[in-house]
């Protein structure tokens, strides 16, 4: 059984930093692509960032370009979003995803949530202005 787990999620102050991390287990992890998404209260969940299995190809959203980087470590089975300079904005539930890559990552692919196979529960993050 595929499990994704996230932790890292808090409260921050505006323009504060937080890391959050998802670590995989159940089957195995380099052939994933791996993606953050975020869902605040009354809105869709939306795409945050992805990251190839290679970690060569990486997207993101355009309001977090520049301030979060994600990153994986196929040793410990684990991908990591780093945030940067946070906002009220960025207040939400943030969501780890994966299925597995063939071929090379399309955005358009990689940025629909219907195309991940494996979902983590979540990690809540509040900032505060």
């Known amino acids: 059984q595929v499990q994704l787990v996230e932790s890292g999620g808090g409260l921050a102050q505006a323009g504060e930093s937080l890391r959050l991390s998802c670590t995989v287990s159940g089957r195995t992890f380099s052939p994933l692509a791996v993606a953050w998404f975020r869902q605040a209260p009354g809105k869709e969940r939306e795409f945050v960032a992805v990251?190839?299995?290679?970690?060569?190809?990486?997207y993101y959203t355009d309001s977090v370009k520049g301030r979060f980087t994600i990153s994986r470590d196929n040793a410990k089975n684990t991908v990591y979003l780093q945030m940067n300079s946070l906002t009220s904005e960025d207040t939400a539930v943030y969501y780890c995803a994966a299925r597995p890559q063939f071929g090379g990552l399309r955005p358009g692919q990689a940025m629909d949530n219907t195309s991940y196979d494996y979902w983590g529960q979540g990690t809540q993050v509040t900032v505060s202005s």
């Open positions: 990251i190839s299995r290679s970690a060569v190809v990486q």
